[in-house]
């Protein structure tokens, strides 16, 4: 491993070094066909994102040089993956919260047809229950 990219990792997060550290052991695994799709899929998604980097910036009526251009691409996408991580995990909150109050309106539909303890099937925890 270079120099420089040992240094990089052992400057990120512990739980990004994990990850970074986990990926790259998953990507020594794969044949060269499946390296190349992954390396397609990485330039069409960095494509796309500048494309739609250009047209923010189109609508914001603002003309940049080509440096600038490209830092204001870097930091559109640095920005777009702050939000959808936001949106995400908003998305995930309120999805718990909407499932419990689901679990709460059918215990009250279904409380007068409970069974009484002893006669109780086995039954799915409230984890199992819940997740999405």
């Known amino acids: 491993?270079?120099?420089w990219l040992r240094e990089k990792?052992?400057?990120?997060?512990r739980e990004e070094k994990e990850r970074f550290i986990e990926n790259l052991s998953r990507w020594r695994e794969?044949?060269?066909k499946e390296r190349e799709e992954i390396r397609e899929r990485f330039r069409e998604e960095k494509?796309?994102?500048?494309?739609?980097a250009q047209d923010a910036l189109n609508a914001a009526g603002i003309t940049l040089d080509a440096d600038r251009l490209e830092?204001?691409?870097?930091?559109?996408?640095q920005e777009r993956r702050r939000i959808e991580e936001m949106l995400k995990s908003e998305m995930e909150k309120r999805r718990t919260d909407e499932l419990q109050k689901a679990l709460d309106r059918l215990k009250t539909?279904?409380?007068p047809f409970a069974l009484p303890s002893s006669e109780m099937?086995?039954?799915?925890s409230k984890e199992q229950l819940t997740s999405p």
Request: no cysteine.
């Open 30 to 32: 794969l044949d060269e």
């Open 121 to 124: 099937p086995p039954s799915k």
């Open 47 to 52: 494509n796309r994102m500048r494309k739609t």
């Open 109 to 111: 539909e279904f409380a």
């Open 71 to 77: 830092v204001f691409e870097l930091r559109y996408a």
């Open 9 to 13: 990792i052992d400057k990120m997060p």
């Open 1 to 3: 491993m270079p120099p």
